[in-house]
């Protein structure tokens, strides 16, 4: 049985890790050590690469734990894969149901309905 990634776990201080994509001055594939992490739902670190460059506010997406990155790889070529494959799902037959493409709130910008009057109402008070 295949084993799965959860990358939603953070990544502890002086783990090694594997940029996932291009950074400033650092490719992807270039490993790294953790050497702060925080944040509770944005999980951020400051990582010293090996090729000298320390960046700081690296996002979890951008990282994985060295030992994950060949499974990581595997992993990103079989989702591009199945997207590839699946079809096409097509908005076009919601946009039409509605008279002017307004969708389930009612305008084309998904702004609810009763802010929209309450903000008509506010532009009478002040005679705007």
Known sequence: MTRTIDRSLPIKRHRSVVATVNLPGVPEGTRGRVRVANGFSWY????????????????????????????????RIEAERLAAEAPEVSDSGDLEADDDGAGAAGNSHGVPEHLLERSRAARERLGA
């Not at 951020?44 to 030992?67: C, E, I, K, P």
């Open 44 to 75: 951020r670190y400051w990582v010293s690469f090996d090729n000298g460059v320390d960046l700081g506010q690296v996002s979890h997406d951008h990282l994985v734990n060295a030992g994950d990155w060949k499974r990581y790889q595997v992993d």
